[in-house]
């Protein structure tokens, strides 16, 4: 909780960095530091574009970290199994490709984001689909602070 409070502290700067480490393999709780901002009067679309861009490009560093194919560097790194890895992939397979990549905002969807690059989904469609997802799922957090600030 302290590290939440310190980042919330270092304002538009400390929500991009939580977003960021969120955003990729790590956990955090980016969310919590958005809701500490909004009730803190921050500017709100400034805040939501910051916290949309950290947790994007935490999403697309763990894209490219899955284009390089290397497995044991996806192993190593992110902390993502082969096994997992195959499974996202067979599962992305059958589906609609890089639109998957809007739901990276869920959890687990590190994996998807690390497969679709795996995969070399096409690289403008992942960016877009994670894009709005990662967008959407700030603004409803908003939505529900909110209501209650």
């Known amino acids: 909780m302290d590290l939440i409070a ?3 502290g270092w304002g538009y700067t400390g929500m991009f960095i ?9 956990p ?7 809701a500490i901002l909004v009730a803190a009067g921050y500017d709100i679309p400034l805040t939501l574009a910051t916290a949309t861009a950290g947790n994007f490009l935490g999403g697309v560093t763990c894209y490219y970290i899955g ?8 192993e190593k790194y992110l902390r ?16 609609p490709g890089g639109i998957m990549a809007f739901f990276t905002f869920l ?6 984001i690390i ?21 959407l799922r700030y603004y409803l957090i908003y939505m529900g602070v909110d209501l209650f600030v």
């Open 67 to 74: 284009r390089l194919g290397k497995t044991e560097w996806i």
């Open 18 to 26: 939580s977003a960021f480490i969120s955003g990729s393999i790590f």
């Open 115 to 135: 497969a679709l690059g795996y995969m070399r989904a096409n690289v403008w469609i992942c960016n877009i689909s994670m894009l709005l997802g990662k967008f």
């Open 28 to 34: 955090f709780c980016s969310e919590a530091v958005l």
């Open 6 to 8: 310190e980042f919330s």
């Open 80 to 95: 993502v199994k082969p096994e997992k890895l195959e499974k996202a992939e067979r599962f992305l397979q059958k589906g």
């Open 107 to 112: 959890p687990g969807g590190d994996i998807i």
